[in-house]
């Protein structure tokens, strides 16, 4: 068991005085058994009223209205958690619905079909192509298929950060080779619909522990989950070629990127030139008073 802390700040500023729609806020992880929240202080400015829900998805929402008008707005979620790791293991599955094609039974297909469906176009064949390209032979067990397709997405494209922009076409980003963590983790998704897996969106964090070569660390994360039969919702990261990896702290998952956004709202007004700044610290608790 690990215990973090983790400081999440979200800033805009305006050049004139703006008022603001309500926000969605989704910076908190939903205790489970793998993560258990200790602490969890939301401050923000201007103040305004708050209000918790779980959404269609079981995420933990916030629905914050800032009142009255400013030229900022901050939003920061401090958090402690406990993240027990359960690591891939040496699992001996024969139950041959584990391996390529994928077969879910009819209780679990009713359930996951929103998460088998492709969202994203593809008019050209990129993504297709792409993907053709990687597929081996059809007694290749789920799992290997999967752990090999997440190495080949962080082997193949060039990670380029990019804080702002909604996540890229998977077909974009096949053609241009490069994306950052959010355009990586829906390549996969929509890559492995399109073979009939259940695959949906993550968002949350990364902790990298002195590992120089982790890429998305000190901002919001994101990453692929898949639905296996006999093994449920397992976690992929094509950025960093990570499964299953204790440094990976989910908050959100969705269908589609756009509903898995950490912080999301509106303004009144011309606020002129904006600027936002997301700025995000994991580290283990005690670390900060061990530094100072």
Avoid at 20 to 40: G, K, N, Y
Avoid at 157 to 171: C, K, M, N, T, V
Avoid at 241 to 260: H, K
């Amino acid at each position: 068991m690990a215990r973090l802390s983790i400081r999440h700040e979200t800033l805009y500023t305006y050049e004139r005085p703006v008022s603001f729609a309500p926000h969605r806020l989704m910076v908190r992880p939903r205790d489970s058994h793998a993560i258990r929240v200790v602490e969890a202080v939301l401050t923000v400015s201007p103040p305004g009223e708050t209000r918790w829900l779980y959404d269609a998805f079981g995420n933990s929402v916030c629905t914050f209205t800032p009142q009255g008008e400013s030229t900022a707005l901050s939003i920061v979620s401090d958090l402690v958690i406990e993240r027990y790791p359960a690591p891939i293991s040496e699992l001996k599955i024969a139950d041959p619905q584990t391996a390529t094609p994928i077969v879910y039974a009819a209780a679990d297909r009713a359930v996951l079909a929103p998460f088998i469906e492709p969202v994203s176009e593809d008019g050209d064949g990129d993504l297709l192509k792409w993907l053709r390209g990687r597929v081996g032979s059809p007694h290749e067990p789920a799992l290997d298929f999967l752990l090999r397709l997440n190495r080949a997405i962080h082997d193949e494209f060039e990670y380029q950060a990019r804080d702002l922009g909604a996540a890229q076409e998977p077909s974009h980003t096949v053609k241009v080779g490069s994306g950052t963590c959010r355009d990586f983790a829906w390549l996969m998704v929509e890559a492995l619909r399109r073979l009939g897996y259940a695959a949906r969106f993550v968002t949350g964090y990364l902790y990298s522990p002195g590992h120089g070569d982790v890429r998305g660390a000190g901002a919001t994360h994101a990453w692929c989950e898949v639905f296996l039969p006999d093994l449920g919702w397992m976690e992929f990261d094509p950025t960093n070629a990570l499964a299953e990896s204790e440094d990976l702290i989910p908050v959100a998952v969705a269908r589609t990127p756009a509903e898995a956004a950490p912080v999301s709202g509106a303004i009144y007004g011309d606020g002129g030139r904006s600027e936002l700044i997301v700025r995000v610290d994991v580290r283990p608790v005690g670390a900060l008073s061990a530094a100072a």
